[in-house]
């Protein structure tokens, strides 16, 4: 049974896995979800969301703040204070009721109409905790609840206490769907908003707390590639990203390089174009092999050519 503990190995690859949204635990044999349990104090969550088009079809990335535990006082006289978390300086103030998108029994999530641009970090160059923007609850002069808008690069490494000696089946891992399917958006298009399903690369992913990556990629005959002739692309069925495959994976061993206590589970599968040989598969695992060895001790690739046969490429990734 595969375990959370210091000496696991950094990196898991899951191949050729049905699953879509991540791989999900029972959440609540989770040991470290049981202290959100217990009390009423309001909690805030800063997170960023898609937003809504502001001019027709640009698209805006927006601040939203997830209040919990909130009591009907709180949203009839509770007021939202976002600053800068370096200079302390406000950046916007408004009342709860005035911005409410969603509400359930005792939660709501607002967008603040406060814009976060884009980012691009880099290993070596990566922020470690929180970000610039910072929000606060007021109640009455008081101040409830606050949080920040944050990365989460070692909360494996973090929270190693507390789910080092738990089954990685009885926890909850963080996914993004079509991981590799990124892209900054500008303009609204159909074909990017079917196509491209993330605006964040996967190493920002990584850094912002995700661990489980759905990765599909399609084959392209290339004589010149040393990966048995071929060359690999991400693909959403059967629309072409322009994002290669290589860059993604030297970004999970640059992240598992400067974080080596996380672990990253990569789900391959699907493999939409390109498949129809053996060499697209053996110059898959060459290129696996080549950028990730050194941070897995194993590899179960698992392929599935149709509906009715599949086939098993099982190899070793040596340290």
Known sequence: MAQLTPHL??????????????????AHKLKFFRFMLVGSQPSLSVVISAGQAKDGDTKVRELAVFLR?????HIDNGILVISNNENREKISE???????????????????????????????????GNLTHCCELHVNNDVLARGCLRVQPRWMEELLPLIGGTALKDLVIPGTHQSGTFKHFTKFNYLNRYRDC?????????????????????????????YDGYEYWIYHDRFYTQNALKPIL?????????YPKEVV???????????????????????????LGGYSRSLALRIEEDHYSDRLHSFKIIN
Do not use: C, M
């Not at 406060?114 to 980012?119: A, I």
């Not at 939409?272 to 697209?280: L, M, R, T, V, W």
């Not at 598969?281 to 696996?288: A, D, F, I, M």
């Open 94 to 128: 408004f009342h709860i009721r005035d911005r409410i998108a969603e509400k359930t029994d005792r939660s709501v999530r607002i967008f603040t109409g406060v814009k976060f641009e884009q980012t691009k970090w880099i290993a070596g160059e990566q922020p470690s």
């Open 69 to 73: 535990e909130i009591e009907p006082e």
């Open 198 to 226: 993330q605006e964040e690369d996967v190493f920002t992913q990584l850094l912002y707390g995700i661990r489980f990556l759905d990765l599909r990629p399609g084959a392209v005959s290339r004589k010149s590639s040393p």
């Open 265 to 291: 589970i990569v789900a391959f599968h699907e493999f939409p174009k390109g498949f129809e040989s053996d060499a697209a598969y053996q110059g898959l695992e060459k290129l696996v092999e080549e950028v």
């Open 9 to 26: 190995g950094v990196l898991s690859l899951l191949l050729g896995t049905n699953s879509r949204y991540g791989v999900r635990g029972d």
């Open 250 to 258: 030297q970004d999970i061993a640059s992240f598992l390089e400067i």
